[in-house]
């Protein structure tokens, strides 16, 4: 069965400094891959996802994160991170084959300073 | 566009007592899920549903959980009885159709306190 880790579990970084949260899957074959986030009070969102195509993919509110098949990482980056993007980021990667469902990681905690 | 629904939005019950969660998912979602998320941890694949029809229900505790989705639209996730351990937050998503490219839409869940 596949797994995603998620090495940082608390985060916490000043306004405009830039933001990297790893990600890595087990699962050896075609993967789809996403990066969902919870702020306080809030839903599950979805920021970005990888299907195919270019590996880099954009997201909204600045975020992008990056497919490196070989490494099997999937890492969330942001340039300068705001107050407003304190939440939980969760990591999920879907396999093509089977049930297709979505398997979570355990989150990373993101705090931004003022 | 409304997005998924689910109520309550908190329940608290003491252990043993039944307990029933209700979810409507985005209009036009043939593929609903009902994930179970504990505190410092994602969520979890309980069940997952193909219009009314649960295609993937491997990680349903049946012994005590149960779940229906009648007409293939609102889904109802049944715990009787409940144990200490269910404390959690119990989330609805939805999708267009299970596989390929399709996103999955996330309701505001339920958050059950068993004492």
């Known amino acids: 069965a596949q797994s995603v880790s998620q090495h940082n579990h608390h985060v916490i970084l000043s306004e405009a400094a830039s933001l990297e949260l790893g990600c890595n899957y087990s699962y050896g074959g075609t993967v789809n891959l996403f990066w969902y986030v919870q702020y306080p009070g809030q839903h599950l969102q979805l920021l970005l996802k990888?299907?195919?195509?270019?590996?880099l993919v954009k997201g909204i509110k600045g975020f992008e994160a990056e497919f490196i098949k070989s490494k099997f990482s999937f890492n969330l980056r942001k340039p300068s991170v705001q107050w407003s993007d304190t939440a939980e980021y969760f990591c999920?990667?879907?396999?093509?084959?089977?049930?297709?469902?979505?398997?979570f990681g355990t989150g990373t905690r993101l705090t931004v300073i003022p | 566009e409304a997005g998924v629904v689910q109520s309550p939005r908190y329940k608290i019950i003491e252990k043993k007592q039944p307990v029933a969660f209700w979810c409507n998912p985005i209009s036009g979602h043939n593929t609903l899920y009902w994930y179970l998320q504990n505190l410092g941890q994602g969520p979890e694949l309980l069940i997952r549903y193909e219009n009314e029809e649960a295609v993937d229900d491997s990680q349903l505790p049946k012994d005590r959980f149960s779940a229906e989705r009648l007409k293939g639209v609102d889904s109802t996730l049944k715990i009787q009885p409940a144990e200490l351990g269910d404390s959690a937050v119990y989330l609805c998503?939805?999708?267009?159709?299970?596989?390929?490219?399709?996103?999955?839409?996330f309701g505001p869940g339920t958050r059950l306190t068993v004492l």
């Open positions: 998503a939805s999708s267009q159709t299970g596989y390929g490219a399709d996103t999955q839409y």
């Open positions: 999920a990667v879907k396999d093509q084959t089977g049930a297709n469902n979505l398997f």
């Open positions: 990888y299907f195919s195509g270019d590996p």
